[in-house]
């Protein structure tokens, strides 16, 4: 009988093409996505006059420069030009690509999943770091660099070291009001924002079990934010029945033989890993950042933190954070007012995370503006075809097109300089939704809840007597 493996082993093993002495695996890539950052690898294909190696292995996406107010041809010239590149790039290399008018166009890391692209089993390789949200399927997914993007382009393969193995365990069950979002922010909190290093993380136990798609992959996005390589959760029948139907995943009796297969892939009950965490859902809180790191997270039931009382490398980088922040240590986080809300990006603007914003809205009016923008276009459809749509606009908030958006600000939309924004991303990073923006991560619930109040607020109370 073979050694007990984790379910990251056997995707790894399965994928490996040869193995240098130092350990260091070739590895077949089954997917391929490419967005308009990839066009440093398109370049690096052309000066050495290579083909791209697997054209239906690769998937083109207009998503980090999407337009999502006015249209492409309102947009500025650098962006024109980023979106055509990528588009000039798919018909010259002949794969495929989700552009901007296609009717399932979307952030990558959305559509992929969406499509049925994004399989149990597979390899799936982006240019982006937040490639880990497709490990919600039990795939092996997982961001590179521009120099790797020419690699995979030229081969199909990828040289990788192979990560060490960690699970996260989190029993139990989850408060109202609390999500995968803040699952995800909690141990980030707990573990730090280079805690799982070299890791290639798994997800299991009760509350993750009790995840839907939507909530798996919003934690397997933010493994990246944790310092994971990627996240993994065991497919099961949540998986299936997500898969079920989607155009690019195997129909009929091809289906059900590939849902046999993705039964099996769950670590084996013997399976070792290298670090084992394990938390309790009751102990999960509505989470909100103060600083500007994912780790720099607290309930919003606490207060800022006071870096008096930090050991000191961390008291340095609070104190930083804070004044950039422009938050008081001491200072109660719920009731800091904010100026404007973001719903949206490859974190939390999937059908479910809408739902979850429109319930706390629904009937109530924004203190703030604010832009909502869904994960992609069939899920705008979805939204608007459920009457979403009117609720965010009956609130005062801006009904948009999909895209990374104010995620990354690289389309234009951004918060202005010194201005509080309550956003549903996955990066608190100086700077990251605009030059002095203040950006503070959570839920959609809970961005819904700051929306309403005008300022960081407990979505609880706001849930009582809803649905
Ligand atoms: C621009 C892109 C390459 C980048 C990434 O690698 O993740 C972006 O998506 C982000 O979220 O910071
Ligand atoms: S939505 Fe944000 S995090 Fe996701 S791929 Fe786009 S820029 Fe990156």
């Known amino acids: 009988m073979s050694a007990p493996r984790t379910l990251f082993d056997k995707v790894w093993d399965g994928h ?45 996406v207009v998503d980090h420069y999407a337009p999502t107010r006015g249209g492409l041809a309102a947009a500025a010239p650098d962006i024109q030009r980023m979106v055509r590149t990528l588009e000039t790039n798919a018909e010259a290399h002949g794969f495929r690509c989700f552009g901007l008018d296609d009717p399932r166009q979307g952030i990558v890391h959305v559509i992929g999943p969406e499509q049925g692209l994004t399989l149990p089993g597979l390899t799936i390789n982006c240019g982006d770091s937040h490639t880990s949200t497709h490990g919600a399927f039990g795939a092996l997914a997982f961001g590179i660099g521009a120099t790797e993007v020419a690699h995979v382009l030229a081969t199909q393969t990828i040289w990788q ?13 989850l408060g109202p009001g609390v999500s995968a979002k803040d699952m995800a922010l909690c141990w980030i909190a707990r573990l730090g924002a280079d805690g799982a290093q070299g890791h290639a993380v798994e997800y299991a136990g009760a509350a993750v079990r009790n995840l839907s798609m939507e909530g798996r992959m919003t934690l397997c996005n933010l493994s990246i934010e944790g310092g994971a390589r990627c996240g993994l959760v065991a497919p099961d029948q949540v998986t299936v029945d997500y898969l079920h139907g989607r155009p690019f995943a195997p129909a009929g009796p091809e289906f059900d033989r590939a849902a046999q297969v993705w039964m099996d892939l769950a670590s084996d009950a013997q399976a070792l890993f290298d670090r084992e965490i394990l938390l309790d859902a009751a102990d999960i809180a509505p989470t909100v950042t103060w600083g500007t790191s994912p780790e720099e997270a607290l309930p919003v039931t606490a207060s800022v933190p006071d870096p008096a009382g930090l050991p000191q490398g961390r008291a340095e980088r609070a104190r930083e ?58 899920i705008k459809a979805q939204a608007e075809q459920e009457g979403l749509d009117r609720i965010f606009i009956e609130a005062g908030l801006e009904w948009a097109e999909p895209g990374c958006s104010m995620c990354v600000g690289m389309n234009g939309d951004i918060v202005g300089a ?24 959570m839920s959609p619930a809970m961005v819904a809840a700051a929306a309403v109040a005008g300022g960081l607020a407990d979505v609880r109370p706001l849930l009582e007597g809803r649905a």
């Not at 590895?27 to 690096?44: I, M, N, Q």
């Not at 192979?162 to 139990?172: D, Q, V």
């Not at 509080?420 to 990251?432: D, H, P």
């Open 16 to 60: 490996v093409v040869l193995e240098r002495p130092d350990g260091v695996a070739l590895l077949w890539v089954d997917r391929h996505f490419v967005h308009e950052g990839s066009h440093h690898g398109f370049a690096k294909l052309a000066a050495r006059g290579m083909a791209l190696a697997q054209p239906e292995l690769t998937f083109g």
């Open 161 to 173: 070291k192979r990560p060490k193995r960690m699970r996260i365990t989190i029993e139990g069950v």
């Open 321 to 378: 954070a804070l004044d950039y922040m422009g938050l008081i240590p001491g200072q109660p986080l719920a009731g800091t007012p904010i100026d404007t809300v973001f719903i949206g990006s490859c974190t939390n603007a999937r059908i479910e995370d809408l739902r979850a914003a429109a319930a706390v809205l629904s009937g109530r009016r924004a203190k703030v503006p604010g832009l909502v923008s869904p994960g992609s276009r069939k």
């Open 418 to 441: 010194g201005k509080r924004c309550a956003s549903t991303t996955n990066r608190n990073f100086r700077g990251r939704q605009g030059r002095g923006a203040r950006t503070h991560l």
